[in-house]
């Protein structure tokens, strides 16, 4: 397809969800994240989740490869129960799901090329030679090709993102997780960043889910939109739907104002 946006994999058009979370609940002491989110995401699909600050966008993805436990219902990634998983199966898991966390997350303590090995090397992924070819190889999908001995203190805030984005992709994962992937970043970054979730989309034939409250990049980059609002997921459709949509919270919140969606949460 040429416009890697023109998704087939949605309900009722063909293969089945590769992940799914089913009447999750979830809270931090007294206060109540989610009562009740489902939500399915197909092969090949770029999925963004919407919502206001503190709504648990983050906390969703972060279920989904463990690094956060559900409090109650089902959350399943190819056709295997999460919740129910010890460490060793959570991290056969994190193979085949990568995430990009929200500052990059790199090690300040080793260069770009030892970065990205660090994965590699964690999933026992080739010999040294292999690695060192892996680490070209990523470093140019993402337009830093010979940056293997910089610091993460020489590079800026864009050139973070995309060594934590090709250090995401060495391991050549089916689904990518991006956390807020242009929070921060000035406009020429965000195009840039908005431009490699969708190639990597094309070339790599990826899934991705994408967690933001940046409405351009939402309508960018996204097959289809989930939003949160009051603890579940409130809403899902596709980036023509959610623009057309009458639905007050969803109306007020992507044509820029928050009000409504807005909560003090974690």
């Not at 040429?2 to 998704?7: F, H």
């Not at 809403?235 to 044509?255: K, L, M, N, S, W």
Request: overall charge neutral; some cysteine.
């Amino acid at each position: 397809m040429d416009d890697p946006r023109e998704s087939p994999t949605r309900p009722g058009a063909g293969p089945d969800p590769i992940i799914t979370f089913s009447g999750v609940k979830k809270a931090f002491g007294p206060k109540v994240i989610f009562e009740d989110a489902t939500l399915s995401v197909y092969p090949g699909e770029t999925l963004t989740i919407l919502g206001g600050s503190g709504t648990g966008k983050s906390v969703l993805i972060k279920m989904l490869i463990g690094l956060l436990r559900a409090d109650g219902g089902s959350i399943q990634a190819f056709g295997k129960e999460v919740t129910q998983m010890g460490e060793r199966s959570l991290l056969d898991v994190r193979t085949r799901i990568a995430m990009l966390f929200q500052s990059g997350a790199l090690f300040d303590s080793l260069t770009v090329e030892q970065n990205i090995k660090y994965p590699l090397r964690e999933h026992h992924w080739g010999t040294d030679n292999e690695m060192n070819q892996r680490v070209e190889e990523v470093l140019g999908m993402v337009g830093m090709p010979g940056s293997q001995k910089l610091k993460p203190s020489q590079l800026s805030g864009g050139m973070r993102k995309r060594v934590g984005l090709a250090r995401a992709i060495a391991i050549q994962p089916e689904v990518i997780l991006y956390d807020e992937p242009t929070t921060g970043l000035d406009p020429v970054n965000v195009r840039r960043i908005n431009g490699l979730i969708l190639s990597l989309q094309k070339k790599l034939g990826v899934t991705s889910v994408v967690v933001t409250h940046d409405m351009d990049s939402c309508f960018t980059v996204s097959n289809r939109i989930a939003m949160l609002y009051e603890r579940r997921i409130a809403f899902v459709g596709t980036a023509e739907e959610t623009q057309h949509c009458d639905i007050p919270y969803v109306r007020e919140f992507t044509r820029g104002g928050k009000g409504v969606l807005d909560e003090d949460v974690t």
